[in-house]
């Protein structure tokens, strides 16, 4: 029987510089190709955010809550190529460390309902799984049955293929420490928490959706829902700093690292 795949989420914030538009940040894609390389995990499936790719497009056009005009058919060409320009460069990464890796285009194979996936034709991924290969995803701007288009986040992305292939784990490489009980940017009282079961993971996300800042974890909050229902057919979830070296290879290796575990109970 083979081993069960590893879902590896590597955050825009990572792998794009935030503070430029379109802009790439090679060091951290090449030490992350390297780290990845060194692991030799068996089945491993990759997906990655678009940061300073994706985000500022998809803002300038407000794609995210579907079709509105025929301005923003242009926006979801221009957001969707440039996450195939940002996937070419992690591939481009992977297979200069030997990694067999694929670029699988999400806006080709799903369609969501209201923003959540509903269909997708899974065999291609499945079949590359099984071959050898490392399949690379990413956020990408996406047909949906009820907006007219939308954008799906690399975080559903990874949590629904967590479950769709029975993952043994979903790591998640952003680039704080993990899950904090408050903003650490902010308070510098944040404390870091390092294992949390599924009921205190949902304590969390009551506590954060009351807390004054509409988001106290700079996006925790959604991780957190979008890793839930994986972490419900027990699929453990990490949360990791992929900003900072060799985390992502001691993760990847099961290896001790400073972060957020999340299992069911």
């Known amino acids: 029987m083979s081993a069960k795949p590893v879902v590896l989420k590597l955050g825009g914030s990572v792998i794009t510089r935030k503070e430029k538009p379109l802009t790439p940040n090679v060091p951290a ?35 995210k809550k579907g079709y509105r005009d025929a301005s923003q058919l242009l926006g979801f060409s221009k957001t969707h190529q440039a996450m195939v320009t940002l996937n070419k460069m992690v591939v481009d990464a992977l297979i200069q460390r030997n990694i067999p890796a694929v670029g699988l285009q999400p806006s080709s194979c799903m369609v969501t309902k209201s923003g959540r996936i509903r269909l997708m034709e899974d065999k291609p991924l499945k079949k590359l799984l099984e071959s050898g290969f490392v399949p690379v995803l990413y956020g990408d701007t996406v047909l949906d049955l009820d907006l007219g288009f939308s954008i799906l986040s690399g975080d559903q992305l990874a949590a629904h293929l967590a479950v769709l292939l029975n993952a043994s784990r979903v790591i998640m490489g952003i ?88 299992e069911k109970e």
């Not at 992350?32 to 990655?48: C, N, P, Q, T």
């Not at 909050?221 to 453990?236: N, Q």
């Open 29 to 63: 894609m090449k030490r992350l190709a390297r780290e990845i390389s060194r692991a030799a995990v068996s089945r491993l499936v990759l997906i990655h955010g678009g940061g300073s790719f994706g985000h500022p497009l998809a803002k300038q056009y407000n794609l």
């Open 175 to 262: 680039d704080e420490d993990g899950l904090y009980s408050s903003d650490p940017k902010v308070d510098s009282s944040a404390r870091l928490i390092s294992h949390a079961t599924l009921r205190e993971l949902k304590n969390m996300q009551r506590a954060f959706k009351s807390a004054k800042t509409p988001d106290v974890t700079g996006g925790m909050l959604g991780k957190i829902t979008e890793l839930t229902p994986a972490v419900e057919r027990g699929v453990s979830a990490l949360i990791v700093n992929a900003a900072k070296a060799n985390n992502v290879y001691k993760a990847l290796k099961g290896e001790g690292v400073v972060g957020t575990l999340i």
